[in-house]
């Protein structure tokens, strides 16, 4: 907002009065606060040459107090509405974000940020950014005070500080408050205008971008429907997107670019804050992208749907065909029943003739039947979907071909050939067992697992030598072959041709038989022993009791490490047998469910595996960490127990000299401190107890549900759980199988191995308090101990003292014997006040103590009376000297004058007169202190000879 004009009215007056008190509890001096507010009216003079209005476009608004900022807000306090009102005038500005009084200015951007919302004329706003950090704050304060008056009150190195003062910040943000407190309606950065057409930008070219990450996420989609009335649908849809959705975009976007364009220099300049991502050259990007992800999907279904369609007409020829082949053999079938009743009534010739013209019909059939296979086979290839209910309608018209085969053979061919000859009748023989070899070979099982296959495997390989060794009969049909001449020759013929392509095709199938079950035997044995060895590891797993105390975990963590390793290194040999296997069911081979079956069963078992040494992992964590906690705990114990041992054994002494007993306190000491610094041990393991897995409970019965997580996933015909999900645990007794609830409600079993049963453990929490009152224990010994040794210290020192006599107590100076007394008391005072009121020691100590104490008052009384008599003589001797000193100098002085002439003049001479009577005063004024010398040898208790002799001395030079 402008500067405002000056106003004396008592209207302004009422206001500032108004605002001053609703300030009060911000401003640090209130001497100082009533000239800013002068110096601001002053400094506004200046700026009266601006038009009020140049900046809001308003009148001039009159100041409001502050918790006025906010309206409704009447019950704000003063800080909190000049917070308000601060965020309020630094909105969107760049870099500024006003939370408080402290951390929020101290790049001063918001100082400058209120000057230019509102004098932007005095601020660069880009070059502030530009600026170093105390610059910004020296370049307001300067701004402010220059333009406005406004007090500095704060320097810059005052503000850029890790703990800027709040209270002058507040201070000062209130006289910024008291020149702009309104914000003008208008953003300097940008105007409303400009806010608004940024803000459809931004909706836009959000909604914009997310429709294309969405599409584009559709179009990279290449998984299709093999159904063609499913990829008709899918080209509905991608003909819907290029003409309903596409052309609706494409006219957001040009209208997005036009309006971005209009306000690119704005954004710029303003530090609009947009996703990249949402600039017009990436939304363009992202729309190119999306449209050729479109244009080759769209290809690409067109050209599915031709393929689709191809296989559909491919497939309607297919049921065709089958529904006109399997009419016709049906006639052929209806044909041979007819032959058959009449065939001992013809000619052999004529019932020849008429096998001829059935055979003729069952070939044309089997070349149908064949072209069938070979189109039923591109469906397959081409993975339509219903090839396989084609492959059967096919299959199932081919086994009807070979049934009308074998009773074309059965009941005409072996019947007139047995009618007219022996060889003839052998040959059909031959043929009939060749067949019979043929449909055992194409309806024999392989197996279904490793026993079954190789029982198969040993059974064919005998069978095939069988079917290697008929060869012999075949070469024996071919031999009576010259036997016969003509027309016998020509159906001779013809039959052994039969019989060697069916021998031919029955040995082939033999050999692929005996090659195919060698392969599945291979397969099989190596997919054997990897499972083997996946269920030797699953089952030491799933049988490994965590709640056993005397695990090896040393042996366990080598294990685990040695698993991972072999893990690793069998993945190769495991990846080769699938390989193996997959290699047979792409090259169909006729056993392919079985091999499917046992691939899908290792790589089930190799992942639970996988999941069992995740299991093996974290309960090796826990129970590692539950065995070292209580082995520490019964470390902590043992050494607990050591220490009660010192205390009961070595500190139990009674009768020790005084240098003995401080250097038993020194241990004692040393050994409290040991005990307060292995505190922090117990309450560690104390604390630790909480983090202990209960692996006791996973052996013992369950008396009621508990709760345990999972810590991998499972999966079973009657269960899901997945990983770190919480169950209920009902039934524990089989750990390889525990009755569980999943937090869905399902029941069923699962492995106990993948359950951990959170902490804590009830048992190692009772081992830490027990712990715990061991370790108080051991603390109360060591106090008892200690008490009783400082009682006997006291003993000591009594029995010390009471040994010397007065010389040695009086040898001593008096504060020494007066810090002995006190410290035998204050110590006895100390241990009667800590003891047991019953305690015989401490009765006997209060006796000893009275005891000594008269002693000490009959040597201190004796020591008085030493100290009384040195102090009498010593003042005496004092007194006397310096009497003696005295009279020796008035001495000198008399004997001085006696020995001068007498004056001769009568001044003179009353000179000497009145000096003479001076002398006298002063010596008669001496008396006192002869008379104090005499007293104070009076109070001398035992005078000696040489104090006597003393005084006489003085006592005659005074007379």
């Given at each position: 907002?402008?500067?405002?004009?000056?106003?004396?009215?008592?209207?302004?007056?009422?206001?500032?009065?108004?605002?001053?008190?609703?300030?009060?509890?911000?401003?640090?001096?209130?001497?100082?606060?009533?000239?800013?507010?002068?110096?601001?009216?002053?400094?506004?003079?200046?700026?009266?040459?601006?038009?009020?209005?140049?900046?809001?476009?308003?009148?001039?608004?009159?100041?409001?107090?502050?918790?006025?900022?906010?309206?409704?807000?009447?019950?704000?306090?003063?800080?909190?509405?000049?917070?308000?009102?601060?965020?309020?005038?630094?909105?969107?500005?760049?870099?500024?974000?006003?939370?408080?009084?402290?951390?929020?200015?101290?790049?001063?951007?918001?100082?400058?940020?209120?000057?230019?919302?509102?004098?932007?004329?005095?601020?660069?706003?880009?070059?502030?950014?530009?600026?170093?950090?105390?610059?910004?704050?020296?370049?307001?304060?300067?701004?402010?005070?220059?333009?406005?008056?406004?007090?500095?009150?704060?320097?810059?190195?005052?503000?850029?500080?890790?703990?800027?003062?709040?209270?002058?910040?507040?201070?000062?943000?209130?006289?910024?408050?008291?020149?702009?407190?309104?914000?003008?309606?208008?953003?300097?950065?940008?105007?409303?205008?400009?806010?608004?057409?940024?803000?459809?930008?931004?909706?836009?070219?959000?909604?914009?971008?997310?429709?294309?990450?969405?599409?584009?996420?559709?179009?990279?989609?290449?998984?299709?429907?093999?159904?063609?009335?499913?990829?008709?649908?899918?080209?509905?849809?991608?003909?819907?997107?290029?003409?309903?959705?596409?052309?609706?975009?494409?006219?957001?976007?040009?209208?997005?670019?036009?309006?971005?364009?209009?306000?690119?220099?704005?954004?710029?300049?303003?530090?609009?804050?947009?996703?990249?991502?949402?600039?017009?050259?990436?939304?363009?990007?992202?729309?190119?992208?999306?449209?050729?992800?479109?244009?080759?999907?769209?290809?690409?279904?067109?050209?599915?749907?031709?393929?689709?369609?191809?296989?559909?007409?491919?497939?309607?020829?297919?049921?065709?065909?089958?529904?006109?082949?399997?009419?016709?053999?049906?006639?052929?079938?209806?044909?041979?029943?007819?032959?058959?009743?009449?065939?001992?009534?013809?000619?052999?010739?004529?019932?020849?003739?008429?096998?001829?013209?059935?055979?003729?019909?069952?070939?044309?059939?089997?070349?149908?039947?064949?072209?069938?296979?070979?189109?039923?086979?591109?469906?397959?290839?081409?993975?339509?979907?219903?090839?396989?209910?084609?492959?059967?309608?096919?299959?199932?018209?081919?086994?009807?071909?070979?049934?009308?085969?074998?009773?074309?053979?059965?009941?005409?061919?072996?019947?007139?050939?047995?009618?007219?000859?022996?060889?003839?009748?052998?040959?059909?023989?031959?043929?009939?067992?060749?067949?019979?070899?043929?449909?055992?070979?194409?309806?024999?099982?392989?197996?279904?697992?490793?026993?079954?296959?190789?029982?198969?495997?040993?059974?064919?390989?005998?069978?095939?030598?069988?079917?290697?060794?008929?060869?012999?009969?075949?070469?024996?049909?071919?031999?009576?072959?010259?036997?016969?001449?003509?027309?016998?020759?020509?159906?001779?013929?013809?039959?052994?041709?039969?019989?060697?392509?069916?021998?031919?095709?029955?040995?082939?199938?033999?050999?692929?038989?005996?090659?195919?079950?060698?392969?599945?035997?291979?397969?099989?044995?190596?997919?054997?022993?990897?499972?083997?060895?996946?269920?030797?590891?699953?089952?030491?797993?799933?049988?490994?009791?965590?709640?056993?105390?005397?695990?090896?975990?040393?042996?366990?963590?080598?294990?685990?490490?040695?698993?991972?390793?072999?893990?690793?290194?069998?993945?190769?040999?495991?990846?080769?047998?699938?390989?193996?296997?997959?290699?047979?069911?792409?090259?169909?081979?006729?056993?392919?469910?079985?091999?499917?079956?046992?691939?899908?069963?290792?790589?089930?078992?190799?992942?639970?595996?996988?999941?069992?040494?995740?299991?093996?992992?974290?309960?090796?964590?826990?129970?590692?960490?539950?065995?070292?906690?209580?082995?520490?705990?019964?470390?902590?114990?043992?050494?607990?127990?050591?220490?009660?041992?010192?205390?009961?054994?070595?500190?139990?002494?009674?009768?020790?000299?005084?240098?003995?007993?401080?250097?038993?306190?020194?241990?004692?000491?040393?050994?409290?401190?040991?005990?307060?610094?292995?505190?922090?041990?117990?309450?560690?393991?104390?604390?630790?107890?909480?983090?202990?897995?209960?692996?006791?409970?996973?052996?013992?019965?369950?008396?009621?549900?508990?709760?345990?997580?999972?810590?991998?996933?499972?999966?079973?015909?009657?269960?899901?759980?997945?990983?770190?999900?919480?169950?209920?645990?009902?039934?524990?007794?089989?750990?390889?199988?525990?009755?569980?609830?999943?937090?869905?409600?399902?029941?069923?079993?699962?492995?106990?191995?993948?359950?951990?049963?959170?902490?804590?453990?009830?048992?190692?929490?009772?081992?830490?308090e027990k712990l715990k009152r061991h370790y108080d224990r051991v603390i109360t010994l060591w106090q008892k101990k200690h008490l009783r040794m400082r009682q006997n210290m006291i003993f000591a020192t009594i029995k010390v003292v009471k040994s010397w006599d007065f010389q040695q107590y009086i040898s001593m100076d008096k504060e020494t014997r007066t810090n002995i007394r006190r410290a035998l008391n204050e110590d006895a005072d100390k241990?009667?006040?800590?003891?047991?009121?019953?305690?015989?020691?401490?009765?006997?100590?209060?006796?000893?103590?009275?005891?000594?104490?008269?002693?000490?008052?009959?040597?201190?009384?004796?020591?008085?009376?030493?100290?009384?008599?040195?102090?009498?003589?010593?003042?005496?001797?004092?007194?006397?000297?310096?009497?003696?000193?005295?009279?020796?100098?008035?001495?000198?002085?008399?004997?001085?004058?006696?020995?001068?002439?007498?004056?001769?003049?009568?001044?003179?001479?009353?000179?000497?007169?009145?000096?003479?009577?001076?002398?006298?005063?002063?010596?008669?004024?001496?008396?006192?202190?002869?008379?104090?010398?005499?007293?104070?040898?009076?109070?001398?208790?035992?005078?000696?000879?040489?104090?006597?002799?003393?005084?006489?001395?003085?006592?005659?030079?005074?007379?």
């Amino acid at each position: 907002m402008p500067p405002q004009p000056v106003r004396d009215g008592p209207g302004y007056r009422v206001t500032q009065e108004s605002r001053s008190s609703t300030m009060s509890s911000l401003m640090c001096c209130t001497s100082t606060r009533s000239q800013k507010v002068v110096s601001y009216k002053e400094s506004q003079k200046k700026f009266l040459w601006l038009d009020p209005n140049r900046w809001s476009g308003q009148k001039t608004v009159k100041k409001e107090k502050i918790s006025d900022i906010v309206v409704g807000q009447e019950d704000l306090s003063a800080k909190e509405a000049l917070l308000r009102w601060a965020q309020k005038t630094t909105h969107k500005y760049p870099g500024v974000k006003v939370q408080d009084f402290t951390q929020s200015w101290r790049d001063g951007l918001a100082f400058n940020a209120i000057i230019h919302r509102n004098r932007p004329d005095l601020v660069d706003w880009r070059q502030v950014e530009r600026r170093q950090v105390r610059e910004r704050i020296d370049l307001a304060f300067h701004i402010m005070d220059r333009e406005y008056g406004v007090t500095r009150l704060l320097d810059p190195e005052d503000v850029d500080t890790p703990e800027p003062d709040e209270k002058s910040i507040i201070t000062y943000v209130s006289q910024l408050y008291d020149v702009f407190p309104e914000p003008p309606p208008g953003h300097p950065l940008f105007d409303g205008e400009t806010q608004k057409k940024f803000e459809m930008v931004k909706d836009l070219a959000s909604s914009l971008h997310h429709w294309i990450r969405e599409n584009i996420t559709i179009m990279q989609d290449r998984n299709f429907p093999n159904s063609l009335n499913e990829m008709k649908r899918l080209a509905e849809h991608s003909n819907r997107f290029r003409t309903e959705e596409v052309p609706p975009r494409q006219k957001e976007k040009e209208k997005l670019f036009t309006a971005f364009r209009e306000i690119e220099r704005q954004i710029k300049e303003a530090n609009f804050e947009m996703d990249r991502e949402l600039y017009p050259e990436n939304i363009e990007r992202s729309w190119s992208h999306l449209m050729m992800l479109f244009q080759e999907r769209d290809s690409l279904i067109q050209e599915e749907i031709a393929r689709l369609e191809k296989l559909q007409r491919l497939a309607e020829k297919i049921q065709q065909e089958a529904k006109m082949t399997d009419s016709k053999l049906d006639d052929i079938e209806a044909w041979i029943e007819d032959e058959a009743k009449r065939i001992d009534h013809l000619h052999p010739k004529d019932a020849k003739n008429n096998c001829e013209q059935i055979e003729r019909e069952l070939s044309r059939s089997e070349e149908v039947i064949k072209s069938m296979f070979s189109d039923v086979q591109i469906l397959r290839d081409n993975r339509y979907s219903q090839s396989q209910e084609l492959h059967r309608r096919v299959q199932q018209v081919h086994e009807k071909w070979v049934n009308i085969r074998t009773l074309l053979q059965t009941k005409l061919i072996n019947i007139l050939n047995i009618h007219t000859n022996s060889d003839f009748k052998f040959l059909a023989e031959c043929t009939e067992w060749v067949a019979q070899k043929l449909k055992q070979l194409k309806e024999g099982e392989y197996g279904t697992d490793m026993q079954t296959v190789k029982v198969e495997y040993e059974r064919h390989q005998k069978e095939h030598k069988v079917i290697d060794q008929f060869q012999g009969n075949v070469e024996k049909c071919r031999e009576a072959e010259v036997k016969f001449h003509g027309e016998e020759l020509k159906i001779y013929g013809e039959r052994m041709t039969v019989l060697q392509k069916a021998y031919n095709e029955l040995l082939v199938l033999s050999n692929k038989r005996v090659s195919d079950l060698h392969s599945l035997h291979d397969f099989m044995s190596a997919a054997h022993a990897e499972l083997t060895w996946l269920n030797e590891r699953e089952d030491k797993e799933a049988g490994r009791d965590w709640a056993d105390k005397h695990l090896k975990l040393g042996e366990i963590e080598q294990y685990y490490e040695k698993l991972m390793s072999e893990l690793e290194k069998r993945e190769t040999q495991f990846s080769s047998v699938l390989d193996r296997g997959e290699s047979l069911v792409i090259s169909h081979h006729p056993a392919s469910q079985v091999i499917e079956a046992h691939m899908s069963a290792m790589q089930s078992k190799w992942a639970w595996l996988l999941q069992l040494t995740l299991c093996l992992e974290t309960h090796l964590k826990y129970t590692t960490t539950s065995h070292r906690f209580f082995s520490e705990c019964h470390t902590a114990g043992e050494w607990m127990t050591a220490k009660e041992e010192i205390l009961n054994n070595h500190f139990a002494q009674s009768d020790f000299k005084l240098e003995d007993g401080e250097n038993l306190l020194k241990e004692m000491q040393q050994l409290r401190e040991e005990l307060a610094t292995y505190e922090d041990e117990v309450q560690r393991l104390i604390e630790a107890a909480q983090d202990i897995v209960p692996l006791r409970q996973r052996r013992e019965r369950l008396r009621q549900p508990i709760e345990a997580v999972a810590i991998c996933k499972y999966s079973s015909s009657k269960l899901e759980i997945s990983k770190d999900e919480v169950v209920t645990v009902r039934d524990n007794t089989n750990k390889t199988a525990w009755k569980v609830t999943t937090s869905r409600g399902q029941q069923g079993e699962a492995p106990g191995v993948m359950f951990l049963l959170p902490p804590p453990d009830q048992e190692a929490i009772d081992t830490a308090e027990k712990l715990k009152r061991h370790y108080d224990r051991v603390i109360t010994l060591w106090q008892k101990k200690h008490l009783r040794m400082r009682q006997n210290m006291i003993f000591a020192t009594i029995k010390v003292v009471k040994s010397w006599d007065f010389q040695q107590y009086i040898s001593m100076d008096k504060e020494t014997r007066t810090n002995i007394r006190r410290a035998l008391n204050e110590d006895a005072d100390k241990l009667i006040q800590e003891g047991e009121p019953n305690d015989p020691q401490l009765r006997r100590l209060e006796r000893e103590i009275a005891e000594i104490n008269r002693l000490f008052d009959e040597w201190e009384r004796r020591a008085a009376l030493e100290d009384e008599k040195r102090n009498a003589t010593k003042l005496f001797e004092n007194g006397v000297n310096s009497l003696e000193m005295t009279l020796n100098e008035y001495e000198k002085t008399i004997i001085k004058v006696c020995k001068a002439p007498l004056p001769r003049d009568v001044e003179a001479l009353q000179t000497c007169v009145i000096s003479h009577k001076e002398f006298e005063s002063d010596l008669q004024g001496q008396e006192p202190n002869v008379n104090n010398v005499k007293d104070l040898f009076n109070n001398i208790p035992q005078k000696t000879q040489e104090d006597q002799a003393k005084l006489d001395k003085v006592l005659d030079q005074w007379d």
